[in-house]
């Protein structure tokens, strides 16, 4: 089986992890050829690190007629009109989260990809990994009984440190918790129980600027405005009517995830989305708890797995699980807890998406069928 050939455009802070998965345990069925960044140097260190042979603009990276994915990591607000550029030269696109930051953006790259024949896909792909694929299999297999509610949170820090190299991004749209952490609860809560058809959401904000507090921080001392909420809770109403609820903030500090799914028969406590694997335990009607040993691979960071999918949908022609439709609904139920906390309304969704399609059992090599 051939390897795909990826260029990958934005090489700060994530690329990291993208790149060292991609040429090391995916690399049976990707080759990463070109790097590209606005900062040239800054890629040509990415290019060395992993012995990526190519260092591009932008430009040279799209005219590469063997490049056939484009891993897109630039800031969100550039996510849709880089992804819109790539797919008109004829490439694949594989966009870090969120998929854009309007509906309109979203439905022109979907648009436009259906138009030219060619896949489009976006992360979170951690709903690939054991954690949340062992979780589907216990669902599916009626360990739980029938599913009827769920629930999320996730409270962290927020950017006041300025630690992070693009730390004003965590306070503007996209970088906001439903928009920033969001994906991961929301696409696993999709992946385990289907499309949401109805939100209902509160979005609050305490303060509207930071002081950056940090001495280390070449930005120690500044006020610096923030523009997004928060604060964010969602009911989300899915289409095979189980209830769900999704707390996210970021007002404090630390980092508390937790995820629940309520059945007829039983509880299923649900390692961390953010994560691809972690401890997934039940509790039975007799109100004993048991830990769930993983069925599927893989439970250590695997963030590229979205991209290694996209590659096996482009052999086999099928459908990449990290899609650009699943992509967009995730944005839609976003958006929509904003719009209901400003309306005081209900949001009614049309979801026209499936739920990702399970992974076989006895994967080897993290090979995807």
Request: net charge negative; charged share 20%; proline share 7%.
């Amino acid at each position: 089986m051939r390897r795909i050939k990826v260029g990958v455009i934005g090489t700060g802070v994530i690329s990291h992890i993208y790149l060292k998965n991609l040429t090391s345990m995916l690399d049976h069925i990707i080759e990463v050829k070109a790097v590209a960044d606005l900062v040239p140097d800054l890629a040509r260190q990415r290019a060395e690190e992993f012995q990526i042979p190519h260092v591009y603009t932008v430009d040279e990276l799209l005219a590469d007629p063997e490049i056939e994915i484009v891993l897109n990591l630039t800031a969100p607000s550039a996510h849709a009109p880089l992804n819109l550029r790539a797919l008109e030269a004829g490439k694949h696109v594989y966009t870090e989260k969120p998929f854009a930051l309007t509906r309109e953006d979203a439905d022109k790259v979907i648009a436009l990809a259906e138009s030219k024949g060619l896949l489009v896909g976006c992360a979170p792909d951690t709903f690939l990994g054991a954690g949340i694929q062992t979780c589907i299999k216990l669902i599916d297999d009626g360990w739980i009984g029938v599913p009827y509610a769920a629930n999320a949170t996730i409270i962290m820090g927020n950017a006041s440190n300025g630690m992070h190299p693009n730390f004003r991004n965590f306070l503007k749209l996209g970088g906001d918790p439903i928009m920033d952490m969001g994906p991961y609860y929301l696409t696993a809560m999709v992946a385990l129980l289907g499309p949401v058809s109805r939100v209902t959401g509160s979005a609050q904000q305490l303060h509207r600027e930071i002081i950056i507090n940090n001495p280390k921080s070449p930005a120690y001392g500044e006020t610096v405005p923030i523009e997004a909420p928060t604060n964010v809770t969602a009911v989300l109403d899915f289409a095979n009517g189980a209830v769900g609820s999704l707390q996210a903030a970021k007002e404090s500090f630390g980092y508390s995830p937790r995820m629940e799914i309520y059945g007829t028969e039983g509880i299923l406590y649900v390692p961390d989305p953010n994560f691809f694997g972690g401890t997934i335990s039940i509790q039975l009607p007799n109100g004993q708890t048991q830990e769930i040993p993983h069925t599927h691979p893989y439970a250590e960071e695997g963030r590229g797995m979205g991209v290694a999918d996209m590659a096996y949908a482009i052999l086999k022609g099928r459908p990449n699980r990290a899609s650009g439709q699943l992509a967009r609904h995730i944005l839609d139920i976003s958006l929509s807890v904003f719009e209901s906390s400003q309306s005081e309304r209900h949001i009614h969704l049309q979801p026209a998406i499936e739920r990702p399609a399970p992974l076989p059992l006895g994967l080897k090599h993290y090979l995807m069928d």
